[in-house]
Structures are given as C-alpha cells and as structure tokens.
C-alpha cells in the first residue's frame, strides 16, 4: 500500500471512529508475549490457553492433536508468530466437531462500536498467515450478549508464504454490548470444523444466528494431514473500513494489557516472597498485581516449598484462596508440619516453580 493509500485509509477509519493510538481491539497481536513458555504439545483433548498469550485454542469432539509454538519467523518487521503444527489427523470429522483459534475480547472495551444501534461501525481485522501448503480458512467474529448469539464471518485463503489478510466486517445494528469485563465478542479463526458449523450455506460478512452456516462452505481442515501447519502474527482489529498499519507497541505495554488475564511467579533456585506462620501447618502472604487483573483469579502453586525459622524446608501440598479481588490475593500455603504461628517464613523454589494467577475470559 503506497503512503498515500494509507493516509486516506487512516483518515477514512478516523472519521468512522478510529482513533490514531490504542486502535487494536486484540491483545498481543504480535504474539511477543508467550507468559506460559513457548512451546505445548498434545493439544487436542481440551480447550485452553498454552503458549502465547491471549491466543486460545477451542477443541470441541476432535482426536487431532497438535502442537503449538511461539517462533521466532514471522515476517518483515515482526520477530515473533505463533505456529500450530497437527501432530495427530482427524479425517473422519463428526458433526460436533471443532478446532478455533480464538481471542475473547471484554464488553467494556468494545463500546466504540456502537453495536446494537443504527450507528453501528464496521471493524476490519487483519494478520499475516503463511502455510506448508495452500489452504482455505474462516475468521469469525462472534458476539453472545443479550441472549442469542450473532454471528458473521469470511474464508480468506492461506499459502506457504507470508500474505496479509485483511476483512472487513459490517456495523451490527442488533444486540448491543453489555459494559463490563465479560465476554462479547470472540475473535474466532476456524481451523477445523463438522457439520453442525459447515452445514449451511455460508455468506461472507453477513450477521446471523444460525450455527451451521458460521464456517465457509470451502474451509479446509488442519487435521487432515500430519504435514499441516499453520502460522499467524500481526493480529489487528479496528474500526473502520481499511486496515491501516499495524500498531507496533513496547514489549512491556503488551505484557501489562496480557498480564491483567494471567500472570506467574516464575522462579529456580530462589527465595520468591515472604509469608507468615499462621498454624503449625500453613503460611499466609499477601501478593499484590502489579496490574490489577479482570477479576479475582484462581490460583495454582506448582514445585514451591517454604523455608522456616530453623533453615528447614517444608513442601507444600497445597494453596488456598483466602481473601482476593483485582488489586491482590491473600492465600494460605499449606504444609505437613514444623511452622509456628506468628514466626516469618519464605516461600521458597529448589528448581523450577511457578505460581500463576489466573484471570481468563
């Protein structure tokens, strides 16, 4: 795109509503942030969150599996992708079956769009894709405030070298947003999918509510071949009618947006926090977010122990919730014996442990 195209687009979107920063609706679109590590296998059996993040994989009924990755080969002026490699075939696709690569995005911060009114904006997203080979996909945007859902989507074509796509997606002037930290809208890129989806006949950049028609008629399935892999970055969404260059921020801007989802502890071979003896039995300590997270999170302790007055260790066997909310957690750390109440303890890693808080749409 010459620099006069992308002025006119970006005048074009500023006067539908865009604004000139902070215009990605999407969370780590340059797949920089991987909080979780880099690499997971065996993906399949369940939905979660596993490498990048922000970045969901939706598994619904399918015995394919993959691996997914954060790699260092994206194009031009992005160090970072995420890679999704089928390491186990699904040819035999039930009608309930699916494979979504997905990002949930809050209500609060969708209002811009004015959806649900006749003032109802349209949104373009836009990323980079490459392949192994030629393959055709569906991104879908997905909203489920006020009952119903609503749906409206586009195959777009993937190749074996780095091609920007870019959709745009009409205003929807049903069902308005709810203002708050759940989900309305879902990001939904559709790698692989049954009958229940595909069904029906599909049309691009049409908003609807009936399930069979939210994939395209002619969307490939990654688990067809052990051969397939998949790679994206530069995940944009924005309002307007162009995609406009994508928005570059500072590595510690987007590990801010990511951590309010999720955040860690991550430590070897280190003292991690203080806590405090509260029976012979389990340790409290008060840990506050450096930022505050969606809503309170759950939390899980993996290979930590506590070191108390004596020089001792004790394992803990578990973490209780005590008190939380967005700003800190209170929990309690829970071992066999040898505290004494009142007496400082530290929470203590001998080789690799984690302890996360978890915040996810």
Same mark, same amino acid.
Not at 109 to 114: C, G, H, P, T, Y
Not at 317 to 326: C, G, P, Y
């Given at each position: 795109?010459?620099?006069?195209?992308?002025?006119?687009?970006?005048?074009?979107?500023?006067?539908?509503?865009?604004?000139?920063?902070?215009?990605?609706?999407?969370?780590?679109?340059?797949?920089?942030?991987?909080?979780?590590?880099?690499?997971?296998?065996?993906?399949?059996?369940?939905?979660?969150?596993?490498?990048?993040?922000?970045?969901?994989?939706?598994?619904?009924?399918?015995?394919?599996?993959?691996?997914?990755?954060?790699?260092?080969?994206?194009?031009?002026?992005?160090?970072?992708?995420?890679?999704?490699?089928?390491?186990?075939?699904? /040819? =035999? %696709?039930?009608? !309930?079956?699916? *494979?979504?690569?997905?990002?949930?995005?809050? @209500?609060?911060?969708?209002?811009?769009?004015?959806?649900?009114?006749?003032?109802?904006?349209?949104?373009?997203?836009?990323?980079?894709?490459?392949?192994?080979?030629?393959?055709?996909?569906?991104?879908?945007?997905?909203?489920?405030?006020?009952?119903?859902?609503?749906?409206?989507?586009?195959?777009?074509?993937?190749?074996?070298?780095?091609?920007?796509?870019?959709?745009?997606?009409?205003?929807?002037?049903?069902?308005?947003?709810?203002?708050?930290?759940? /989900? =309305? %809208?879902?990001? !939904?890129?559709? *790698?692989?999918?049954?009958?229940?989806?595909? @069904?029906?006949?599909?049309?691009?950049?049409?908003?609807h509510t009936t399930n069979n028609q939210r994939v395209g008629d002619s969307n490939t399935s990654f688990f067809d071949s052990t051969s397939r892999t998949f790679?994206?970055?530069?995940?944009?969404?924005?309002?307007?009618?162009?995609?406009?260059?994508?928005?570059?921020?500072?590595?510690?801007?987007?590990?801010?947006?990511?951590?309010?989802?999720?955040?860690?502890?991550?430590?070897?071979?280190?003292?991690?926090?203080?806590?405090?003896?509260?029976?012979?039995?389990?340790?409290?300590?008060?840990?506050?977010?450096?930022?505050?997270?969606?809503?309170?999170?759950?939390?899980?302790?993996?290979?930590?122990?506590?070191?108390?007055?004596?020089?001792?260790?004790?394992?803990i066997t578990s973490v209780d919730d005590i008190t939380q909310d967005e700003q800190f957690v209170s929990f309690r750390a829970n071992v066999s014996a040898n505290?004494?109440?009142?007496?400082?303890?530290?929470?203590?890693?001998?080789?690799?442990?984690?302890?996360?808080?978890?915040?996810?749409?």
């Amino acid at each position: 795109m010459s620099k006069a195209a992308e002025l006119a687009a970006l005048i074009a979107n500023v006067n539908k509503g865009s604004s000139l920063a902070n215009k990605n609706f999407i969370i780590n679109g340059s797949q920089n942030v991987a909080q979780r590590g880099t690499s997971s296998t065996g993906i399949g059996a369940s939905s979660g969150y596993f490498t990048t993040d922000r970045m969901q994989i939706v598994s619904e009924n399918t015995a394919g599996r993959l691996t997914m990755e954060q790699v260092a080969d994206g194009p031009d002026g992005f160090a970072n992708c995420t890679k999704l490699t089928c390491t186990t075939a699904d /040819t =035999s %696709i039930a009608s !309930n079956e699916a *494979l979504i690569l997905n990002q949930n995005i809050e @209500g609060q911060n969708l209002q811009s769009l004015k959806k649900g009114t006749s003032d109802a904006v349209p949104v373009t997203v836009s990323f980079y894709v490459k392949a192994n080979a030629s393959a055709t996909y569906t991104i879908e945007l997905k909203s489920g405030d006020g009952g119903s859902n609503r749906m409206n989507s586009h195959e777009f074509s993937v190749t074996t070298g780095w091609t920007r796509i870019t959709k745009t997606f009409v205003g929807d002037t049903s069902q308005a947003l709810d203002d708050d930290n759940e /989900t =309305s %809208i879902q990001f !939904n890129l559709w *790698l692989h999918a049954g009958s229940d989806y595909t @069904g029906g006949t599909h049309t691009d950049n049409a908003w609807h509510t009936t399930n069979n028609q939210r994939v395209g008629d002619s969307n490939t399935s990654f688990f067809d071949s052990t051969s397939r892999t998949f790679f994206i970055t530069g995940i944009q969404m924005e309002i307007g009618e162009k995609a406009t260059e994508f928005e570059h921020e500072p590595f510690e801007t987007t590990l801010r947006k990511a951590s309010r989802y999720y955040t860690e502890i991550s430590r070897a071979d280190n003292n991690t926090a203080h806590l405090v003896g509260y029976v012979q039995t389990s340790a409290v300590a008060r840990y506050s977010f450096h930022v505050p997270m969606r809503t309170a999170p759950s939390i899980t302790e993996t290979n930590f122990g506590v070191m108390y007055a004596s020089g001792s260790e004790e394992a803990i066997t578990s973490v209780d919730d005590i008190t939380q909310d967005e700003q800190f957690v209170s929990f309690r750390a829970n071992v066999s014996a040898n505290l004494t109440a009142g007496q400082a303890v530290v929470l203590y890693s001998n080789g690799a442990a984690t302890l996360t808080f978890d915040a996810e749409l």
